[in-house]
């Protein structure tokens, strides 16, 4: 097929072309003179206009402005600002194949960079829209409220529906209102109350927001992490219960622990319980919930340099860049019997996995988790065994 190239009036290149796979990052892979161009916007196979926003020496970055020919997995998307707006990346994917997207991606990056085979598939978890608990609104020049474009500081301005991934709250007046004046307006939805803040400032509800997961209660900073799916935490906690099976008496060590939400599910196992996190507000929170556990407040990497706890369960849940190469060794160097590894991103949680099968683990079971609908991110959990020698 022969591509074609052509400038805008606005000086903007628009290249034709043939889509080829999925990649990491919500994009589709194209060639144009034998470079890739990395595109959003797009499906796989689909032959459409793309124009290119960001040239570099190895790729390029573009979105689609036409599409000649669609998959028969493209839709409209539900959202009117979809293709502007930087939080979705797959409204327009049928939400079926967002699944397979997803798994493609998934078992690429453990295939490429863990040399480890996947046949498995990602789950979903309902609701796919009015999910988010937790949403950060930007503000427009003109005090409208909004969300950054994709790979952009702009701010776009909200439909008046608002956001459709967003779990019910303000509406967009209200938004508006306790943004005038101000850059930023956090909306956090708990399962009793929802709070506001503004450039860091309560607003409006409580300070401390309820999280209920089976029968157990967590308090958790209205400015603190929780997980943004609704259905998220538990959906989570089952699943690393499940993959460690924790037996009564057992010591576990709870890495990256947040307000205490594996630490919490370990102790009511009958587990005792060692959480670390750096961060004074999200170990108070953890004390509070969860009692019965020891918590300390400390970096990770720093701490298990330091320490070598006895322990026999393992479960980390570290930040998008993963755990890294140092943490994993020191976790394996307590040889405990088995690791559960909560992941938000596939290709650090597959270099990861690269290192704990260097040093003796082998994974046994991983699960993925459609916890970010109409997005390209996935939430993976993977259990680990440490080897036994033959």
């Known amino acids: 097929m022969a591509v074609v190239a052509c400038a805008r009036q606005d000086g ?7 889509l080829e796979r999925v990649a ?3 994009v589709v892979v194209g060639r144009h003179d034998d470079k890739v161009v990395f595109v959003r916007g797009g499906l796989e196979g689909e032959l459409v206009a793309v124009e290119v926003t960001e040239t570099g020496r190895r790729f390029d970055r573009g979105h689609v402005v036409d599409v000649l020919e669609p998959s028969p997995h493209r ?7 979809a293709a502007v ?7 327009h994917v049928a939400p079926d194949h967002q699944l397979e997207l997803k798994r493609s991606v998934v078992a690429e990056q453990l295939q490429r960079l863990a040399g480890l085979e996947w046949n498995g598939m990602v789950e979903r978890v309902e609701p796919i829209l ?3 608990t937790r949403m950060r609104y930007a503000t427009t020049p003109e005090g409208d409220p909004g969300l950054r474009g994709a790979r952009s500081h702009d701010v776009v301005p909200l439909p008046p529906e608002g956001c459709l991934i967003a779990a019910p709250g303000p509406s967009v007046e209200d938004l508006r209102h306790w943004g005038e004046g101000a850059s930023e307006v956090e909306v956090v939805i708990s399962d009793d109350a929802s709070s506001v803040l503004v450039d860091g400032k309560l607003v409006s509800g409580p300070s401390r927001v309820r999280q209920h997961i089976a029968s157990r209660r967590y308090e958790v900073s209205a400015a603190g992490f929780w997980q943004v799916h609704a259905a998220a935490a538990e959906t989570l906690t089952s699943a690393v219960l499940a993959g460690v099976e ?4 057992e010591s576990a060590l709870d890495l990256y622990c947040g307000a205490g939400l594996f630490a919490g599910a370990l102790a009511d196992a009958g587990c005792g319980v060692l959480g670390v996190e750096r961060g004074a507000r999200a170990v108070r929170d953890a004390r509070r919930n969860v009692p019965a556990a020891r918590f300390v407040d400390a970096p990770v990497d720093r701490y298990l340099a330091s320490h070598r706890p006895d322990v026999d369960v393992v479960v980390l849940d570290p930040p998008r860049k993963g ?4 943490v994993v060794r020191a976790i394996a160097g307590l040889r405990p019997r088995v690791v559960s590894y909560v992941a938000c991103d596939p290709a650090s949680l597959a270099r990861d996995l690269a290192t704990f099968a260097q040093e003796g683990f082998v994974l046994r079971q991983l699960r993925a988790f459609d916890l970010f609908p109409m997005t390209h991110h996935v939430e993976c959990v993977a259990t680990l065994d440490l080897a036994t020698a033959p």
């Open 246 to 249: 924790p037996r009564v008496g």
């Open 75 to 81: 839709v409209v998307p539900p959202c009117r600002i």
């Open 130 to 132: 009015a999910w988010r």
């Open 24 to 26: 990491h990052g919500g």
């Open 12 to 18: 903007d290149v628009v290249i034709e072309m043939r």
């Open 85 to 91: 707006c930087g939080g979705c990346d797959w409204q």
């Open 323 to 326: 755990a890294g190469a140092a």
